[in-house]
C-alpha cells in the first residue's frame, strides 16, 4: 500500500509507493525526454555566436580576449526572453481578489561552457567550480539591490525537466517576492529554536535509511516525503542560511561532491532529464531565523499530471529508502 508522507521543510504531501518500486529502466520515459533540437550553429551559447545573446554582465576569460568575443569559460548573460526588468519601483497591489506585484527582476543565464556537447555532469571538477563561483559572485551582486527579495538558481536539463536550449546552462532569477516554500523551516524554528535541517540532518544519520553520501562539508540523502524517484538534497553541513555564504573550501567540495553524485546517477538511470535547484533565505526582508540553504537535484522521469496539478499531491513511484540504497552502493564503490 502507498503511504501519504509529509513534507516537513515545504509543509506538502507525497505519495509514495513503499513496497514495488520501478526498475530505474522502467520508466516510460529517458534519455531527456525528446531530443530539443538546436546546433552549434544557430545556438546563442556557443562560443563564437556572442552576437546572438544579449550583451554579458560577467565571464571569466582568458586573458587578452574582449567581452562579447570567444575567449571565454563561464558566461553570464541576460534572458533574452524574460519580462522580468530590474527597473523602476518595486509595486505591490493588495486586493481582495485581485493582488499583483510587477515583474521587478532579473533573470540570467549562466553558460558554463562554451562548448555545445559538453553537459554540466560531463565538466570536469574545476570547471563545476568556476560555476558556483560564478553564481555566488551574480547573488552577492544582485541581492545588493534591495528591491530584490529572493535569488532562485536553477537548472533545467532535457526537455522533461523544462529546458528549451539544448546548450547546458544554469539560470537564476531575482525576484520581487521570495516563494512560500521553506514555511517549515520558519515554524520549526518558531517552535524549537533550532534549525530544522541541522535537526534532520542529524536524525538521518541515526536512522541511516536515506542517507547516500557525506563529504567533508556535505550531507547527501534522498528526503522522506521525496517527490520524484531518486530526489537528491545536498546540505551543507555548516549551518548557513544563504548560497552566497559558500566558502572556497566548500565550493571546491561541493563541485568534487556533485560530480561523484552525477558519476552515479546519470549511469543508474539511464542518462535522465533532470533540475537541480537551490533553495536559499530570502534577501532584502524583515529577518526571520530558521533558514539553511540546501541544493536539489530531481531527476525527472514523468510530466506533471492531473492529481499533482490539482491536488498538488505528487506520486514518486520509487521509496527513497530504496533510492538511497542503491544510490549509495554505488558511489560507495566510485
Ligand atoms: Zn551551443
Ligand atoms: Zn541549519
Redesign the pocket.
Known sequence: MPELRKDIVKDAWVIIATEQALNPHDFPINKNGVHIGGSSLSCPFCAGNEALTTPEIAAVRNNNSRPNTPGWTVRVVSSKYSAFKLEGELSINDSEFYSTCNGLGQQEVIIGSPEHEVEFHNLPVDRIELVYRMLQQRYRALSADSRVKYIQIYKNKGLFAGASQEHSHTQLLALPMPPDNQQGLLTYFEQKKQ????VLMESEREENKRLVFESEYFFLFCPFASRFSYETWIIPKR??EHFAEITEPEIKDLALTIKKFFNVMITLLNDPAYNIVINTAPVNVPYKEGH?WWLEINPRFLVRNGLEISSGYYINPVAPELAAALLREKINKE
Open positions: 534549525c530544522l535541517l541541522c549551518h548557513t539553511h
